[in-house]
């Protein structure tokens, strides 16, 4: 496993041989898995400063990151212990 943490404090990212996981203080905030999918947390809106390294985590903005949530391309299934419901 291997943290990196953003040049701010509380925000990580995460590889693991599950994919790479975005973690915003203690809560996992999104996972792309190694098939590409992205997984969010209920949460991820929670504050402005997570959604700000959320869109630097996925590359996109927060808009397009409800569109593609509404879409369907991203699923809202990642549990508050990192693990991604099935």
């Known amino acids: 496993m291997l943290v990196s943490q953003f040049k701010v ?25 190694n098939e590409g999918k992205v997984h969010l947390s209920e949460h991820y809106d929670y504050s402005r400063t997570t959604m700000k390294y959320l869109g630097k985590f996925l590359g996109h903005g927060i808009q397009e990151t409800r569109s593609r949530i509404a879409s369907g391309e991203y699923s809202l299934d990642l549990s508050l212990d990192g693990k991604v419901s099935k």
């Not at 590889?15 to 999104?30: D, L, N, R, T, W």
């Open 9 to 33: 404090k509380n925000q990580f990212t995460i590889k693991s041989s599950e994919g790479e996981m975005f973690q915003s203080y203690k809560s996992p905030i999104a996972l792309v898995d």
